[in-house]
């Protein structure tokens, strides 16, 4: 980062604690050799994983179960010309343990609208990483990152 | 897409007229190998290209152009569970023409604080896909594409 372009970098904690004001963020994954991006809600767990919750017929599921993703989540005031994103990257696997899936169930984040037969997906956060514009400086990516 | 899912696909018109009504989106690209997600404020061109503008010196020029990247808006309404997704994919290059730079300076994305150097960056719109999620549906996701 460059130290005269805006940004500030964010700490894993900052990240983690930007992270868990907001409900929704956006899976990055490959879909038939593309990248493909998909807003999601999700909850943070305690250990900083990102949990997903989707219906276990999901292309999602499929996609992501094994694969290294980026997870972003993102907070920008385009009036005050602020704002943080804070990228998570790491394993993504389905939950399979019964006693993990059934904690999940009353921990974890909540459907929407319930699927027939619903299933977690953890993602390790293994990279954190995040930057913070303070008010009054150029915005994300207008000056990139250094 | 599963007729069942509570997503409805959006045509390519749709999907532009809907980009069209934010200023902030998120390019992704790969950085040292690894996906990396930046929001940006863009603007949309008339044939439809997403054009950003940038510091001539940002990491982000350098790791786009010539890429193919994909470019991800959306609009989530965490209280109605609605919203819509729309990732535009193509080719990202740097703009070197001259009377193409002049223009998109006058008529292109503004910097919210301006760099000593500003150049443009365009993506072609070579693959443009989105969906809404009608309210009352389950969300983005969480029955995911199928």
Redesign the interface.
């Known amino acids: 980062m460059d130290a005269n372009?805006?940004f500030r970098g964010l700490d894993r904690q900052e990240c983690l604690a930007l992270m868990a004001t907001v409900?929704?963020g956006?899976?990055?994954y490959t879909r038939q050799a593309?990248?493909?991006?998909?807003?999601?809600?999700f909850l943070l767990d305690t250990d900083g994983a990102v949990v997903?919750?989707?219906?276990a017929?999901?292309?999602?599921?499929h996609a992501v179960d094994g694969a290294v993703?980026?997870f972003?989540t993102?907070e920008?005031d385009?009036a005050a010309?602020s704002?943080w994103?804070v990228?998570v990257?790491g394993s993504a696997a389905l939950v399979t343990d019964p006693a993990e899936h059934a904690r999940l169930l009353r921990t974890g984040p909540r459907?929407?609208?319930?699927?027939p037969r619903e299933v977690f997906v953890r993602i390790d956060p293994e990279?954190v990483t995040g930057r913070e514009l303070a008010a009054?400086?150029?915005?994300?990516?207008?000056?990139?990152?250094?």
């Open positions: 372009d805006g409900p929704v956006r899976i990055v593309l990248p493909a991006v998909l807003p999601v809600n997903v919750r989707t219906s017929a999901s292309e999602l599921v993703v980026a972003e993102d920008v385009t010309h704002g994103s990228v990257m459907s929407w609208v319930p699927a990279l009054g400086h150029s915005l994300y990516g207008l000056r990139g990152p250094s």
